[in-house]
Nanobody
């Protein structure tokens, strides 16, 4: 499955952005999905993840209460809603997916995903 992210940009601290990840090539159904980010000089980290059914989600401690992930398989889309953005949220954000049907498991490590988007830049000015 091919993934394309959009929605990144420049925003002031305290603002909001919504990132979209659209899948093509095959249906998103049956895939667990995650949003990762990578800042300069830092490792790629999982920000939020969602199971194949949407019944389970994960959020890193640094974004809990501010970021939310959602999916609509009919639209082959996963979203990342980011509120109350902080300067430390500045990074390239990547959408990733791995087929895990009928499981509540959400892969946590980058190596567990085999489908990646090209990334979208999010810059938060303080």
């Amino acid at each position: 499955v091919q993934l394309v992210e959009s929605g990144g940009g420049l925003v002031q601290a305290g603002g909001s952005l919504r990132l979209s990840c659209v899948a093509s090539g095959r249906t998103f159904s049956g895939y667990a999905a995650g949003w990762f980010r990578q800042a300069p000089g830092k490792e790629r980290e999982l920000v939020t993840g969602i199971s194949w059914s949407g019944g389970s989600t994960y959020s890193a401690d640094s974004v809990k209460g501010r970021f939310a992930i959602a999916r609509d398989d009919a639209k082959n889309t996963v979203w990342l809603q980011m509120n109350n953005l902080k300067a430390e949220d500045t990074a390239i954000y990547y959408c990733a997916a791995r087929r895990y049907p009928f499981s509540s498991y959400i892969p946590r490590g980058p190596g567990e995903y085999d489908n990646w988007g090209q990334g979208t830049q999010v810059t938060v000015s303080s």
